[in-house]
C-alpha cells in the first residue's frame, strides 16, 4: 500500500472512524481543529501514517520550516496521521485521521485510507468538511450531509438535523472517499459546517463545535466538549462586539438573521457582501489567544 506505515493495533476493534482533512474543504480551520481538539482531550496515540511523497506537489503543498526548543531549524513535512482512542470502558472506540487534501493520485490516497480503516475494524467513517456561506455568526450553524447510502444513512442522518446537500459541481477529497467507501461497502457520512462568509479570515471554535456536536449525536458517543462550546460562545461574543460599530454590517447581520429564523437553509452567497476588514482586524487580535488555549499541543 502507498507510503502506508503501521505502528500500532490495539487489541479491541475501532468501529468509528472521524477523518478532517486541510486544505479546500477546511474553511475557518474548523475541521482540522475540531480533529486536534479530540486527539488532545482523549488522549489519543498514533498508531498509522502516510507518506506525503506519492500524493503532494511539495511547490503547491509546502513542507514547513520550524525551529525546536532549542533553536535548531528542522523540515516538517505534510502528514496525514493516524489516532487511537480506545476507552477504558466497553464504550466504542475511535480511530482519528488527521490529512491534507491531497494534489496527486487521489484514488491511491482513498484506497490506502479504506485500507487502514480496514485494518482497525471501522464499520462507520465519518469526514469533516466545512465551507462559508450566507449564515450569520448569532445562529446555530446548519449542517449538510452526504452519505454512501440514503436508504442505509439517510434517516439516521436527518435525525441529528443535517440537511442533505443539494451541491454538484467541483469536489472535495471528502467526497470522492465516499464514492470508494460505497464501492467497497463501507458506511460513509460526511457532515459540513456551514460558517458566517463575512468572517472567513480566522478559525472559528463555534464551527468546530457545531460539526464534532453531530459526529456525538450521530455516534451515540460522550466525548466531553464543554470547553470547546465556551470557546464558541466567546468567539460568538466578540464578534457582535467587533460589528457592533460598523452599521453596514450589522444591518447585513440583522438580514441574514431574518432569512436564517425563515427558512434555517443557507442561501447563494450576495454580489453586495460588504468587506469587515477591521471587523476581522478585532476578531483576529482576540482569537490569537483562543490559539494559544486550543492548539498548546
Known amino acids: 500500500m502507498d507510503g502506508l506505515t503501521i505502528h500500532d493495533i490495539p487489541e479491541r476493534r475501532l468501529p468509528y472512524m472521524i477523518a478532517a482533512f486541510a486544505g479546500w474543504a477546511d474553511g475557518a480551520e474548523a475541521t482540522t481543529r475540531a480533529l486536534r481538539f479530540l486527539n488532545r482531550t482523549l488522549e489519543t496515540k498514533k498508531v498509522a501514517e502516510i507518506s506525503p511523497k506519492e500524493f503532494y506537489d511539495f511547490t503547491s503543498t509546502r513542507p514547513q520550516t520550524l ?3 532549542k533553536g535548531e531549524r528542522y523540515i516538517s ?11 477504558d470502558d466497553d464504550s ?3 480511530l482519528l485521521f488527521s490529512g491534507i487534501e491531497p494534489n496527486l493520485k487521489w484514488k491511491a490516497y482513498c484506497d490506502t485510507v479504506i485500507a487502514v480503516a480496514d485494518r482497525y475494524g471501522v464499520e462507520l467513517m465519518v469526514t469533516l468538511g466545512s465551507l462559508f456561506n450566507t449564515v450569520p455568526h448569532t445562529r446555530p450553524f446548519p449542517v449538510s450531509s452526504v452519505v454512501s447510502s440514503q436508504q442505509k444513512l439517510g434517516k439516521r442522518v436527518q435525525a441529528i438535523g443535517a440537511f442533505n446537500s443539494p451541491y454538484q459541481g467541483p469536489t472535495a477529497i471528502h467526497t470522492v472517499l465516499s464514492d470508494f467507501c460505497r464501492q467497497r461497502g463501507l458506511d460513509h457520512v460526511s457532515l459540513w459546517g456551514h460558517g458566517p462568509h463575512y468572517l472567513p479570515s480566522m478559525p472559528n471554535p463555534k464551527l468546530s463545535y457545531t460539526l464534532l456536536d453531530k459526529v456525538r449525536q450521530l455516534l451515540d458517543t460522550d466525548f466531553e466538549l464543554e470547553d470547546l462550546r465556551r470557546a464558541g460562545d466567546r468567539f460568538e461574543q466578540k464578534a457582535t462586539e467587533s460589528i457592533a460599530n460598523n452599521e453596514e454590517i450589522v444591518e447585513y447581520v440583522r438580514r441574514l438573521e431574518e432569512a436564517f429564523d425563515a427558512s434555517q437553509t443557507p442561501k447563494p452567497l450576495p454580489d453586495d457582501v460588504p468587506t469587515p476588514d477591521e471587523v476581522i482586524r478585532d476578531l483576529e487580535e482576540f482569537l490569537k489567544g483562543e490559539r494559544n488555549r486550543f492548539d498548546s499541543d
Open 77 to 87: 513535512w505534510p502528514s496525514n496521521e493516524f489516532h487511537a482512542y480506545v476507552p
Open 92 to 94: 466504542p472506540g475511535l
Open 67 to 69: 525551529l525546536d526548543d
